[in-house]
């Protein structure tokens, strides 16, 4: 029996009669929850279940039939047994019944059958004839019978308990016949005339050479050919002879003994012989790419003990080379899956053993490539794998105006507007496809009032600098004022502790100790940011941050907005983003009361126009977390971060 390596099977089974309208069933229902090794569900899973009832040789299969069905979200299966077969077949009074389950070729349990189904039963019993009946009195006698037995005079017999001789007397006369029986060791003497025993000169003795019986002062005799085996009949050939008692025979029909004892020929069950080798159909195969046909596996049949038959219990259009060779080709359809079994048979019993066969063409899994943001140009070439299985091609999902060089290769052109585009490259076989997607972004590079150049993406519908703004003059060309001191050195002199909601002012984190102009820009005082963006361009409102974070969590982060905007590098403690759509959300900390900067590497801060007469609204990014927040009432002279978003 094929032992089950990759399925653990929770049996929660109920067989119940179907009885309709007080007619006889035909049918039993079965139930089962499957698991899977682990413990969970087998839950919308597609299985092949084969059921046997067998005799209680666990051998002898008497009923089989399979079914193809899907658990529900439970790993439930319901079965009505006999739904796909006939169950009239099986004559439930001559033995007791096993049922044997298997899961995609895999036998998973026998179990008894405790009762036998009554209701089935019943269709065999309505036409048994009572022979016997039982009768309340008898009034009859001898001479009313038929078919009497001759009577015969009884005989006596006296032991003779001196000599230990039987003396029987049957006519009356002493004289004229053997009157004494005797036995010594192994040699049988008989006597005459009142108890003469026969001399050792005329003691018979036997002798065997062959099949050749003598006797040494009488006869000879031949045994039979087969040297005095018990001979070998079938049942119509016992029927036909004139036994006696003690005859012994083999039934080869019913495979038993039997012995003629009191008239009637009495059983005796034995194992029949020789019984099949045990059945494997060998290892389940499965091919992902577009073979249609396999070699199997089989077990040939020990010499004597069997012929070995392939058959196919589901799967259509399959065929086998030649279905006696244990390892001969098998030929099916693309994309189709066959439950195979090979069946070892002697006169005794049979052995069978199933073997999954599966031609599934996958094709290969699609990598649609990086995301790219274009500045500059509206042109860019895609970099998806080469299938090896399959045949692959692009879409556009979302944008417009864009268009492929040629959409079956994987690295072809792919030109655009200024947007953004979500591409598909799908890889599709005959049986099933694999498809990836890619974010392409066109934009053109923007400028400061400063001259400084600045990268854009498109995210969604929306327009952002892919940088932190770092200008040092209004978009009229106001100069913003630069304030630098602190109360470190604990001076009374501290001009950014004294600045008030309406100031303008802007600096560096650490006054630039350590290149921070370069990485994370410059931080502005609410009333300097307000002005700071570039014509077209504004700073964004709490609805511009409360729209990009929708659109990300829509387009796959439901949890994790803040890791698809932060920066691959530059965060501390492990905090580093994906960055998956070019916004580049850096750490530049923030300048608060008293002139002290924090937080540049753990956080980032960007302002919100949203405000109230002394705070504003800034959105945030943390290094532990993995979501963004707008935070509500910070002080306006605070210094924080300026991403513009165009109008």
Not at 203 to 211: A, E, P, V
Not at 272 to 284: E, F, I, L, R, V
Not at 478 to 502: A, K
């Amino acid at each position: 029996m094929k032992k089950m390596k990759h399925l653990a099977i929770l049996l929660l089974f109920v067989l119940k009669l179907s009885i309709l309208f007080a007619q006889t069933p035909n049918q039993f229902k079965y139930q089962a929850v499957l698991r899977n090794p682990d413990g969970t569900v087998m839950a919308d899973e597609n299985v092949i279940i084969a059921i046997s009832i067998l005799k209680s040789d666990l051998s002898t299969s008497v009923f089989e039939e399979t079914h193809n069905i899907t658990t529900n979200t439970y790993g439930l299966i319901n079965l009505n047994i006999g739904s796909e077969e006939d169950l009239s077949v099986i004559d439930w009074s001559s033995d007791e019944y096993f049922i044997e389950i298997s899961v995609n070729g895999t036998i998973i349990g026998t179990t008894k059958l405790l009762s036998v189904p009554y209701a089935l039963h019943a269709k065999t019993a309505e036409n048994i004839a009572e022979t016997d009946p039982v009768y309340a009195a008898w009034n009859k006698n001898y001479n009313d019978l038929t078919n009497t037995p001759n009577i015969i005079d009884s005989v006596s017999a006296v032991i003779d308990t001196s000599t230990q001789f039987i003396r029987t007397e049957i006519d009356g006369s002493t004289s004229n016949e053997i009157q004494t029986i005797s036995r010594l060791g192994t040699t049988v003497t008989l006597s005459n005339n009142g108890g003469s025993f026969i001399d050792s000169v005329n003691t018979q003795t036997l002798d065997i050479n062959g099949t050749s019986l003598s006797i040494s002062n009488g006869n000879t005799i031949t045994l039979p050919e087969n040297g005095g085996k018990v001979p070998v009949y079938t049942t119509a050939e016992i029927l036909s002879l004139t036994p006696e008692q003690g005859d012994a025979v083999f039934n080869s029909t019913e495979k038993i003994y039997q012995i003629y004892e009191g008239g009637i020929w009495q059983s005796f069950a034995t194992n029949c012989w020789p019984q099949p080798t045990t059945a494997s159909a060998g290892s389940s195969q499965i091919f992902t790419n577009t073979t249609t046909s396999a070699t199997l596996n089989a077990n040939s049949p020990e010499i004597g003990h069997g012929n070995g038959l392939w058959s196919i219990v589901s799967g259509s259009g399959g065929n086998f080379i030649d279905n006696t060779d244990p390892a001969t080709t098998f030929t099916g359809v693309e994309c189709s899956s066959y439950i195979l079994k090979w069946t070892i048979s002697t006169d005794c019993n049979s052995s069978s053993n199933n073997v999954s066969i599966i031609f599934n063409h996958t094709p290969t899994t699609a990598n649609a490539g990086e995301n790219q943001i274009i500045n500059g140009a509206t042109t860019t070439s895609l970099a998806a794998n080469t299938p090896e299985n399959g045949t692959g091609e692009w879409t556009i999902i979302s944008g417009t105006g864009g268009s492929f060089a040629n959409a079956l290769s994987p690295t072809t052109e792919f030109t655009g507007t200024d947007g953004s585009y979500k591409l598909r490259w799908t890889i599709t076989t005959n049986c099933s496809s694999s498809s990836d997607d890619v974010n392409i972004s066109f934009s053109t590079p923007l400028a400061d009032a400063d001259g400084n150049s600045y990268n854009t993406v498109w995210i969604g519908n929306q327009l952002w600098m892919a940088e932190n703004l770092k200008v040092t003059q209004e978009v009229d060309g106001t100069p913003i004022p630069t304030v630098t001191d602190d109360n470190s050195s604990g001076s009374s002199n501290d001009e950014w502790d004294d600045l008030d909601y309406t100031n303008k002012a802007y600096c560096y984190y650490n006054n630039n100790a350590g290149g921070e102009a370069d990485l994370y820009g410059a931080l502005y005082t609410f009333a300097a940011a307000e002005n700071a963006c570039p014509t077209g361009w504004h700073l964004p409102t709490d609805d511009d941050w409360t729209d990009l974070v929708n659109f990300i969590i829509s387009d796959g982060h439901p949890d994790s907005v803040g890791v698809a905007l932060k920066d691959t590098t530059g965060w501390d403690s492990g905090g580093n983003g994906t960055d998956d759509y070019g916004f580049t959300g850096l750490p530049g900390g923030g300048r608060i009361s008293g002139g002290v900067f924090n937080q540049a590497g753990t956080y980032g801060y960007w302002w919100s126009s949203e405000d109230s007469p002394f705070t504003a609204n800034i959105f945030g990014l943390w290094f532990n977390y993995s979501e963004t927040n707008i935070m509500i009432g910070n002080d306006k002279s605070s210094g924080y971060s300026v991403r513009c978003i165009k109008d």
